[in-house]
DNA sequence: GATGAATGAGCTTTCATTCAT
DNA sequence: TATGAATGAAAGCTCATTCAT
């Protein structure tokens, strides 16, 4: 049974809303994200904000789980393919993947990410963290040998972090030193090489164990 | 027009003021510090700003400018320590620091970094770059061999941008997953592992040479 | 940003404003003028002037620009009446209607006009100066005889200028040496004398090249 | 007994001070002159104004007034000359005079009487219509035959106000419709005309009469 | 429900004036 | 006496929010 006309326009306008704060938010930076701007892109009257949302911080909050929700969705399907790939092509896939999603409609989202922390985007990032390291701990899973390794929870972490921040400065850095590409494959040498180096080590211990 | 500061008197009413943005900007984040807190928390009047600012964002611009100064002053001295160390030590060492420098008077360097980018840090953040790739590159000199190893530019980038960022985030963190020591144990590791394997590799390549 | 009334209302509120500037002006000058003394004397809020106007001096701009209009919607009926009487009576009744023009509201519009310079009053002026102007131009094709006397763009010149500040002066003046009368009866002789004394030359000149 | 050299200092400082304020009114307009610019154009502290002024308005108030005294001090010694010439070239040597004056150092005054309005310049101006009285009752009494034209009063007033105002328009006109040479010789047409018309019908009158 | 005119608290900034030096 | 750093009241202006239509 469809929803009545009247929700789905309420969800349409609401849709509307949010996808004007991306792109005024994207456009002038937050700062300059007035409600006026917001209501003017979305084509609605500046009072039918208020109708949908408590207040312009609202806004701002579901802008912020719709981003992170977005990723998670970019993210989610990616995970059968990934865990199947030897680790350096899957991160590499992965950061390609996370590049084209930001750079999506003109970069809207990476201008909006680089604004995050202005809007308390940060509330909302445990989804995001939660399926990154699913990824993971399906990867690990996959390859079970993998799980002997040290240091994982921190690996993850820094991994997580340190790389998602990474692709976000250089694909922000108008002249950054080196290529996506290079940035890739360091990200992915450096995982790659640390899995190499503990396996080893596991294996000379359990050789010198015997 | 702001006048420059001649007297003694002048130039500890500048230092007042930039030390109350600091002040403000962490306790109340870029965009609810206003000039009247500024000078509130100065304890001079809002008209003292503007005999030595041009404007509130003026003001900012020599906080981030004093902030990176200072970030800079706190590892120049190390880099002879350090280069001399273990990599993990090096790392580990570098690391405490930092945190210890980010947590001084009461965190106010880690709750104004986290507001950076909405105050236009990164506009003054070449030296810091400048600095941490000098270390970097004063550490690779003091042990030649591991000039040898690939992808340096890379992993210059990474180690820097992604070791910032983690520790930040880190010690942003409420309820973080992992404790410090494992974040730069991780860190130092993956670093050290990614070193000594492509060592491994680079040997064994010119053994299979010869 | 300032948006154009389409409503009713919002022409009102427009219409308030400009009335507030007038009555703000004449009373405090246009130094003590603020946008809060105008929006309290409108009965709107200070936001609401900037929902018309882009700045305060927009607004001075606009009531320029309705003084000369208003002053020039006073004059242009005046024309048919005026050019079919003697030079002086036209002069007197021309300088009567100005005078009850400017003495209109309490003297609003004479008391506003002596602060004309401070809020560039003169950039608006040239409709002013066409249609009187063209009123004089009128009055020398109804009486062609007039047409021979020299020096009529000095004269208008002249007439017109000095014609304005007389008057305004005078009316200004808590003291004046002479009556409005008086004033009006000077003007119209010198001017009507001056037409007499012309055409005499003129007369005698024909009269001996005969 | 020459004054002390404290009593100079000073006198010479209110002198810089007067001076400045008249640069500064003529380089800035009123409202855009500070006490700042004026302390700084006359080589002196702020706090120095305070000591030789009550207040800001102070110092326009004997500007006004010097203002007043040297325009005075200007026409005074003209007197003699004036009140022995033809009227029409009384009235061109005056205004030529005042043209100068006006125009002296690249036209201070000139764009100082222009915001006179703004800064109650107006307060002090008896003194320069006494003059110009004067100057008008010595004429007439150097040309007796004059004394019997009628409407003397009104005529010095429109005279005076005026001829003030169209001069000092049309030096501040930017693109004036006709030569300074031309109003000139206009108002003493004007004022000439005036008089010759008059004296003849005085003549017409007194022939009827016997 | 949708609108946008209206609001006013509160922002940044200016500048005449003061007063310790 | 002369200074200029410091002041703070008050200016122009913005914009999230409300509410009559």
Redesign the pocket.
């Known amino acids: 049974m469809p929803r009545t006309p009247?929700q789905d326009?309420?969800r349409a306008?609401v849709d509307a809303i949010v996808e004007a704060g991306f792109i005024a938010l994207s456009q002038r930076g937050p700062?300059?994200?007035?409600?006026?701007?917001i209501?003017e892109i979305a084509?609605?009257?500046?009072?039918?904000?208020?109708?949908?949302f408590?207040?312009?911080?609202a806004i701002f909050n579901v802008m912020s789980q719709r981003f992170i929700k977005d990723t998670v969705a970019m993210i989610k399907p990616l995970t059968p393919t990934l865990v199947r790939m030897p680790i350096d092509a899957a991160i590499r896939t992965l950061l390609n993947e996370f590049k084209d999603f930001l750079e999506m409609n003109d970069g809207r989202y990476l201008k909006c990410v680089r604004h995050a922390m202005a809007v308390d985007f940060e509330l909302h990032l445990d989804p995001l963290f939660q399926v990154l390291n699913e990824v993971i701990m399906r990867y690990l899973m996959s390859h079970p040998e993998t799980l002997q390794i040290r240091r994982i929870p921190a690996m993850a972490y820094i991994g997580i972090n340190g790389g998602i921040f990474a692709v976000i400065r250089h694909l922000s850095d108008p002249d950054p030193m080196i290529s996506f590409d290079e940035l890739a494959d360091g990200l992915a040498a450096m995982i790659g090489h640390y899995i190499t180096q503990e396996l080893k080590e596991r294996e000379a211990l359990a050789a010198s164990e015997t």
């Open positions: 009247r326009r309420a306008t700062a300059a994200t007035t409600t006026r701007h209501a084509g609605v009257g500046v009072g039918s904000l208020y109708e949908y408590e207040n312009k911080e």
